[in-house]
């Protein structure tokens, strides 16, 4: 199931949505382009011979030294990453999409990168994308109701971003 | 004649046009189960809509993880799910295992069982005396924290602390069972399995705790699997997944040879193993008695479970072992585990460079995708079939904020 048949599949039904895969991690994954995220996810849950009915989480992991002396050292580039775990209820097998983004849209500070919404292929991602788009800054383009869930309305910033900065005062509350 | 109509407030009542109204529930609002915030846009009694508003105890959790090594982060655990602090020990432990694909002791194995599963008891206790409260019957809440209390009493024994435990940890757990405590839960058990006969006549079988919660906010199979749904919350609408079977194997080992069946209803009936009182005619698969009834279910499976815990836990050589260093390296590379809390399934995924402290932690938690639910179940219900509901997905709010 988690071998290259299965990507070969997902190579043919959505053309240029595969653009990497790590078949041997301990949790193998593929990476798919951000424009064709939607598609492939759309070809896993409803189409595919493993129906990944379920969306179990989305995490955006951001990649940047902020450290001058060991970002000196690093070997990758600064991105964001998103990782989608998939799930099948049925076949009780998971599956991890990787999508690699800039950390600013047009390399613009300030301007959120974007990623289309899978919010109508499982309406549970609702929340999740919510979160994601609260604490690591990613738009998700054609989400219904995209505003921030954890953190208050006029809070500023992505706290999970590794070069955010924490306010100092918010309406009067002292923060550090 | 026509004075005396207009004078009479039963027929000014028909000309009152009823306007939608937005009601504020919470987040100071004792059925809330914490600081949850429910917005209802309400007509009449009727509810057309609901707006969950989470966000009150966020704490940074994830953030507060990337400064701190892997084993220091297990206290940040127990207060996401805080009164099932256990089952997150445990599942952060294993996420950590898994990416350093490390294996602790067979008895430290049977240990973890034992106390995740005991903790099961625990939290299923709250979360049925709590229904209780929602529901406006108050003694089911005292008889369930009556035994919760001694569940605690021995965790302090084995731990020495009565919610936010850190008791299992990476490598194992810190440190081995008291003398005379495995008797101690016999006894408790001994004592306990009468006492669920007490909950079926408060709760379970109870006319009115039926009326006010079978065919209330029914949640249909595929909508419960697309919201990403877990848990009891999962099983009581006839989906038959369980982590401890269908999970990954490192979590499923440690359950090997273990009996037990999982708590969902398969072709119009529960397990038989045991008895337990029969569903009631007016009862709907998805609905918010069978979300319950799978909780009280699992409070006799997870006693079973001890029980087989004790004996190959006393029946193991060796010894739990030794936790891992605080700063032991973990290799570079992510990892993503689930396990089966009583809530439903918890997710840890934890990317590292190659350092003791991580990357990235992330927390996927299973009141967050169960709450997620709500807006749907609560479409066109009663103001006072809202707590029935909210209450039947045992959520904490500890775990949705992190």
């Known amino acids: 199931m988690r071998g290259p048949s299965f990507l070969e599949q997902l190579r043919d039904a959505v053309s240029g949505a595969v653009v990497g895969e790590n078949l041997t991690a301990i949790d193998p994954w593929i990476n798919i382009a951000p424009d064709r995220m939607a598609d492939a996810c759309r070809w896993l849950a409803k189409s595919s011979p493993v129906r990944f009915d379920s969306l179990q989480c989305i995490t955006a992991v951001d990649w940047l030294e902020t450290d001058p002396k060991k970002a000196a050292k690093v070997s990758w580039e600064p991105r964001l990453e998103l990782v989608y775990h998939l799930w099948s209820t049925a076949s009780k097998v998971s599956l991890v999409l990787k999508c690699t983004l800039p950390r600013w849209k047009d390399g613009v500070a300030g301007q959120l990168p974007e990623v289309p919404s899978v919010t109508g292929v499982w309406r549970g991602a609702d929340w999740h994308e919510r979160e994601v788009y609260d604490l690591s800054g990613v738009w998700f383009t054609g989400h219904p109701d995209l505003r921030r869930i954890l953190c208050p309305e006029d809070w500023e910033g992505y706290p999970l971003r590794k070069d955010y900065e924490q306010p100092l005062e918010y309406h009067g509350i002292r923060g550090r | ?402």
């Open chain 2, 1 to 402: 004649m026509s004075q005396l109509v207009d004078d009479d407030p039963r027929i000014i009542e028909f000309d009152v046009r009823t306007d939608e109204m937005l009601v504020n529930m919470g987040p100071q609002h004792p059925s809330t189960h914490g600081v949850l915030r429910l917005v209802l846009r309400t007509d009449g009694e009727v509810v057309s809509q609901v707006e969950p508003h989470i966000g009150y105890l966020h704490r940074s959790a994830e953030k507060i993880g990337e400064n701190l090594t892997h084993r220091q982060w297990i206290p940040y655990t127990d207060r996401m799910d805080y009164l099932a602090a256990m089952n997150m020990n445990l599942g952060w432990a294993l996420a950590v295992e898994k990416l350093m694909k490390y294996e602790v002791t067979e008895k430290a194995s049977h240990l973890r069982v034992l106390i995740a599963e005991f903790c099961r008891i625990a939290s299923h206790l709250v979360g049925m005396g709590a229904y209780g409260l929602d529901l406006g019957s108050f003694s089911p809440f005292l008889y369930a924290f009556r035994e919760r209390e001694k569940i605690l009493d021995l965790f302090e024994e084995a731990c020495g602390a009565r919610l936010t435990y850190s008791y299992i940890t990476v490598g194992g757990l810190t440190a081995d069972l008291p003398p005379g405590w495995l008797s101690r839960c016999e006894a408790f058990l001994d004592q306990f399995e009468p006492v669920i006969k007490e909950y079926h006549t408060l709760l379970t079988t109870n006319a009115i705790f039926v009326k006010r919660t079978a065919g209330i906010g029914v949640l249909s199979r595929d909508l419960a699997i697309e919201y990403g749904c877990s848990g009891p919350v999962l099983r009581g609408s006839g989906v038959d997944q369980d982590l401890r079977r269908d999970g990954e194997s490192i979590y499923t080992a440690m359950y090997d040879g273990y009996a037990f069946e999982v708590a969902v209803m398969k072709d119009g009936h529960y397990p038989r193993d045991r008895q337990y009182p029969a569903v009631p005619s007016d009862a709907v698969l998805g609905d918010c008695w069978h979300r319950f009834f799978v909780r009280m279910l699992e409070v006799m499976q997870s006693m079973d479970l001890v029980r087989q815990a004790i004996d190959r836990y006393s029946a193991s050589k060796g010894t739990i072992g030794e936790p891992l260093k605080l700063t032991e390296k973990m290799p570079v590379g992510d990892a993503y585990l689930e396990t089966e809390c009583p809530k439903g399934q918890m997710g840890f995924y934890l990317v590292s460079d190659g350092s003791a402290i991580p990357w990235r932690v992330r927390a996927r938690s299973s009141s967050f995708s169960n709450l997620a639910v709500t807006h749907e179940l609560c479409r066109g219900c009663l103001i006072a079939d809202v707590p029935a509901i909210v209450g039947s997905l045992d959520i904490v709010m500890g775990e949705i904020d992190r």
